[in-house]
């Protein structure tokens, strides 16, 4: 069955630190994986796009990690804001037609406070 | 350039009452999907259009009509509404044709109770 967990849950950080979300899936065919934000009452945010033959992909703060063989993957947030409370969601792409995002299986999503 | 826009925002049904949600986006926008939130469980594909005049079948479909007359808005409709289907509902769409790792745009979704 395809699925993606996150861990942990949610989390709770002081502004300034750092904090890495992990990912696993069992989706197959893989296509790609892909990090959402989404703020407390918001659409999801892409963060960052990776395929199969990319192992690390940056978007200012925020850097995402693949390991295809190991179907895991992890959100590495550096100098935390306060702004980047939300949750963060792992998704990933199946095999698809037409160019459609039609087989993204998505994760539960992790929670982030940032405190002061 | 509004991106993607959803309305209503928030809206309450009464059980067996219809209604249609309204997605809008102006970036030329081939695909458009319509997904549900709810507590616990992922994102799920309700409906999505790969062009204007097109709709299909995404995960949870039943109970559920779309319709994509003009290439910019995509609607929902519920024909006749069920406490089963109070969920926050998103609308998304992506441009590029043919690649799998295009970047999807979210609305601000509509929060829909049914009594």
């Known amino acids: 069955k395809n699925q993606v967990e996150q861990s942990p849950q949610s989390l709770i950080i002081l502004e300034g630190k750092n904090c890495t979300l992990q990912c696993n899936y069992t989706v197959s065919p893989f296509s790609n994986l892909r990090w959402y934000k989404q703020d407390t009452g918001r659409g999801p945010v892409s963060l960052t796009i990776?395929?199969?033959s990319e192992n690390t992909k940056s978007n200012g703060r925020y850097t995402a990690t693949l390991d295809a063989d190991t179907k895991q993957s992890s959100l590495h947030i550096t100098a935390s804001q306060l702004s980047d409370s939300a949750s963060y969601i792992c998704v990933v792409g199946g095999a698809y037609t037409a160019g459609n995002n039609r087989k993204l299986i998505w994760g539960l999503g992790t929670s982030l406070a940032v405190n002061p | 350039n509004a991106g993607v826009t959803q309305t209503p925002k928030f809206r309450v049904l009464k059980t067996g009452q219809s209604m249609t949600l309204l997605c809008a986006q102006d970036m030329n926008h081939e695909y458009m999907y319509w997904y549900r939130q709810d507590p616990g469980m992922g994102l799920r594909l309700i409906h999505y259009s790969v062009g204007e005049g097109t709709t299909a079948k995404g995960e949870v479909p039943d109970g559920y009509n779309v319709s994509r007359l003009k290439k910019q808005n995509f609607l929902l409709g519920l024909e006749s509404a069920a406490p089963s289907q109070t969920s926050v509902y998103f609308c998304?769409?992506?441009?590029?044709?043919?690649?799998?790792?295009?970047?999807?745009?979210f609305g601000p979704g509509t929060r829909l109770t049914v009594l």
């Open positions: 990776m395929t199969f």
């Open positions: 998304a769409s992506n441009y590029r044709i043919g690649l799998d790792t295009d970047t999807q745009y």
